[in-house]
């Protein structure tokens, strides 16, 4: 799980979908610039409204995960679904992604072994930050159970 706004801290707009699909327009922003060379992708892309968008098929690797670990194997991206929802650490996620995530984890959970449900803070900690403090956890859990 990841949390991504472009630029940081804003909400719309099409610059995560380019910068997801290698088409993002760095002129348009100064932060752009700093991320020039950056060359990422994920699964799929929850907006603050439960839109869904699916960048990857599941069945080919996203990079979404970079340098990372989990219960002592190197390079989640190999073995993982990248689900990036619009936000940033500090911010509360919206009650319409919170819907959606849980309808996304269950549909995946029929179709694949999930055994975690993590945050990019947990694969790579010390580097990365997100979701943050802003996601709640036992909310999503709650959602996935009930089937919400």
């Not at 929850?46 to 098929?57: E, H, N, S």
């Not at 970079?66 to 650490?89: H, K, P």
């Not at 992604?97 to 269950?106: F, G, H, I, P, W």
């Not at 995946?108 to 709640?136: C, N, Q």
Request: aromatic share 10%; charged share 25%.
């Amino acid at each position: 799980m990841h949390g991504i706004s472009l630029p940081p801290g804003q909400f719309g707009g099409d610059a995560i979908e380019r910068l997801f699909t290698n088409g993002l327009d760095t002129g348009a922003h100064p932060y752009f610039t700093s991320i020039t060379e950056l060359r990422v992708s994920a699964h799929f892309l929850v907006r603050r409204d439960g839109a869904l968008i699916q960048f990857v098929p599941c069945s080919e690797r996203a990079w979404h995960a970079g340098q990372s670990a989990w219960r002592g194997r190197q390079r989640c991206n190999d073995f993982s679904v990248g689900i990036e929802l619009e936000g940033c650490d500090d911010i509360p996620y919206a009650g319409a992604q919170y819907a959606m995530l849980a309808r996304l984890v269950r549909a995946l959970a029929r179709r694949y072994p999930i055994e975690d449900v993590v945050g990019h803070s947990d694969v790579a900690p010390g580097r990365k930050t997100d979701p943050g403090p802003g996601f709640d956890w036992a909310r999503l859990q709650r959602l996935t159970r009930r089937g919400a």
